[in-house]
């Protein structure tokens, strides 16, 4: 069985430029999740779906960040315009459902915007 | 929100070494889990702990929920075991995602 896949591995910008991030979960799994994790930190949450909804999203930069699970199955994170700040490494999760068991992580998009 | 501290923050070990990383968080929890994040970036679930204690070959994890703290063994410890290990919890109120501390550092040398 396929993990959670995530495409691109890499990713190089130029600031204000258009940028998004592709995430399939494990079949069968409701909920994804997607974090940021910054060098040398721990991975912090952007934004949690249980199905095609998004239940928590209190974290997402909403002037530039968006993302959509139209069909409750694969999903994209989109940042527009991007900023030197948002350098990172974007993280795609899933669980069985909210309750977090078979928590498991994609590979995750590394992110440089110069 | 939950808080979640990792300690020691950064370990460096001789191989075949044991070792044991502490995880305090700061309201009761019902999911807990340890994940090994490798030199490549890959974060690897290790245990689903939210209280008990696991054993899985050379690691094994405690949780005591009542006194909000786990601790994760590592026995004989290889090269291969380098990397940053992260404690992750879920607050009891609710389905909520799981919070992450700053990790653990570990080096095994040879």
């Known amino acids: 069985e396929a993990g959670v896949v995530q495409s691109p591995r890499y990713k190089i910008i130029e600031k204000k430029q258009p940028v998004a991030f592709w995430c399939n979960p494990i079949?069968?799994?409701?909920?994804l999740y997607w974090y940021l994790q910054n060098l040398g930190q721990g991975p912090e949450l952007l934004i949690r779906?249980?199905?095609?909804?998004?239940?928590?999203d209190s974290q997402l930069p909403k002037d530039r960040f968006s993302a959509e699970r139209l069909k409750g199955v694969d999903s994209t994170l989109k940042i527009q315009p991007a900023e030197l700040g948002d350098s990172a490494v974007y993280l795609c999760?899933?669980?069985?459902?909210?309750?977090?068991?078979?928590?498991?992580f994609g590979s995750g998009t590394r992110l440089t915007v110069v | 929100g939950i808080q979640v501290e990792q300690s020691p923050p950064d370990l460096i070990l001789q191989e075949g070494a044991n070792s044991t990383l502490r995880c305090n968080f700061s309201?009761?929890?019902?999911?807990l889990q340890w994940f090994h994040q490798n030199p490549w970036g890959q974060l690897i679930n290790l245990f689903y702990?939210?209280?008990g204690t696991k054993q899985n070959g050379r690691l094994s994890a405690t949780t005591v929920a009542t006194e909000r703290y786990s601790l994760l063994y590592i026995s004989s410890s290889q090269t291969t075991d380098s990397g940053v290990y992260f404690c992750?919890?879920?607050?009891?109120?609710?389905?909520?995602?799981?919070?992450f501390g700053k990790g653990t550092r570990l080096s095994v040398i040879a």
């Open positions: 079949s069968g799994h409701n909920t």
């Open positions: 999760a899933s669980s069985v459902d909210g309750t977090g068991y078979g928590y498991t």
């Open positions: 992750a919890v879920g607050a009891l109120s609710g389905n909520t995602p799981l919070v």
């Open positions: 309201d009761s929890v019902n999911n």
């Open positions: 779906y249980e199905n095609e909804e998004a239940v928590d």
């Open positions: 702990i939210p209280s």
